[in-house]
């Protein structure tokens, strides 16, 4: 095999493990967005389910 052979073999496996790469940070953002928003909204569900049994 030669040199220029192996650096395009070896260029192409680094694009494919940078989308892979991308596709996991972005897996953990929306992980970190879903655990903050059910975080917030479960207290305010909470908060008025809590309420409204004390009206009850």
């Known amino acids: 095999m030669s040199l220029r052979v192996a650096l395009i073999d070896l260029i192409e ?8 790469v991308e596709y ?8 970190i967005v879903a655990i ?5 909204i479960g207290t305010q569900l909470s908060t008025t389910l809590s309420s409204i049994g004390s009206s009850v």
Not at 13 to 20: A, F, K, T
Not at 36 to 40: M, Q
């Open 13 to 20: 496996r680094d694009e494919r493990g940078q989308g892979l």
């Open 24 to 31: 996991a940070l972005i897996l953990v953002l929306i992980a």
């Open 36 to 40: 903050l928003a059910l975080a917030f």
